[in-house]
């Protein structure tokens, strides 16, 4: 399998497309960051802030004006965890934390944008806008067909210079255009809605032979619908005829039960507004909306779902 997945629900997206035994490809931040150390420093968020000139600074450093968004510099494990907004003085000084940032409180379109870079420069795009729920969460996620001028004239220069030197995938969030985080991998949560495996296919000639080659004139857009459960239960897998009934419409690319069902609940890097226990993609939100509620139906009228950790 060429793409380096730790999560079992995923690896329905590459398992069936060969890769030279050399070939690295991550899917984990902890990963890219180890195979890239000389560009790992776009981990560093406080540094991504400052390269765009946005008024940023560590915990320590009191605000100048608010309201502004605080969060960790550091975090390989996503999920929001630590983000707040800070509204004022009392917000920053209940909210200080040693390794944490405030940066500019942007507005606008929070979007995911993955990008094919040949030495820093853009090849191919593919852009996500995110629909907020509460406390950190998605209500689903809009994978668009079309370009993002917004994202793409001001991301665009950013990669050529400070991506310059790098071959393979990146995933740019930002919120305005304006870039708020940077990972050295694609958001391995839609691979089924931007091509499936032609599109894994040219990412694994990217990272084997440094060029980008995909032919991609069917794109269409797709949705990404999550569903989040109330923390403090323990959750069981769906049975797989339950899970199969939902793939079998034609409105549903795939299913993914995005949890570890052996694992302690806290183990699990949540947002405060929820666990995360399933994805569903799809090519028509009603449909996938639907899904996710018999989903959620399933899960709260389980049996095992009174046990606490």
């Known amino acids: 399998m060429p793409i380096c997945e730790i999560d079992p629900w995923r690896t329905q997206y590459f398992d069936r497309v060969p890769c030279p035994d050399h070939v690295l490809i991550p899917t984990e931040d902890s990963d890219a960051w180890i195979w890239n150390p000389r560009h790992r420093w776009v981990y560093d968020k406080l540094a991504v802030a400052q390269s765009q000139g946005l008024a940023a600074a ?9 309201p502004v968004f605080s969060k960790p510099i550091y975090n ?6 630590g983000s707040r907004a800070l509204h004022g003085e009392a917000d920053y000084l209940a909210a200080y934390q040693p390794g944490h940032f405030w940066s500019s409180l942007l507005s606008g379109d ?8 040949v030495d820093g420069v853009p090849q191919w795009w593919r852009h996500a806008r ?3 729920g509460d406390g950190g969460t998605f209500d689903y996620w809009e994978v668009r067909a079309d370009a993002n001028a917004a994202v793409e004239d001001w991301a665009a220069p950013w990669c050529r210079k400070h991506l310059a030197g790098y071959t393979g995938m990146a995933n740019l969030e930002t919120i305005g255009g304006r870039i708020i985080e940077v990972h050295l991998r694609f958001a391995d949560q839609w691979p089924d809605l931007y091509g499936g495996d032609a599109w894994v296919e040219a990412v694994v000639r990217l990272y084997e032979i ?3 080659v995909y032919t991609d004139i069917e794109r269409r857009s797709g949705y990404s619908v999550v569903l989040f459960l109330p923390h403090g239960r323990r959750y069981r897998h769906p049975p797989l005829p339950v899970q199969q009934e939902i793939v079998a419409s034609p409105s ?10 052996d694992w302690p609940i806290d183990r699990h890097a949540m947002p405060p507004g929820g666990f995360r226990a399933a994805i569903v993609n799809c090519w028509d939100r009603a449909a996938g909306a639907a899904a996710r509620d018999r989903l959620k139906a399933w899960f709260l009228a389980s049996d095992d779902q009174s046990g606490r950790r």
Do not use: C, N, R
């Open 58 to 66: 560590p915990h320590g450093v009191t605000p100048s004006a608010y």
């Open 76 to 81: 390989l494990k996503g999920m929001g965890v």
């Open 110 to 117: 929070h979007v995911s944008s993955d990008v094919a870079l």
């Open 130 to 132: 995110g629909y907020a």
């Open 210 to 212: 440094g060029k980008w």
């Open 252 to 261: 549903i690319s795939s299913l993914q039960i995005s949890f570890h069902e």
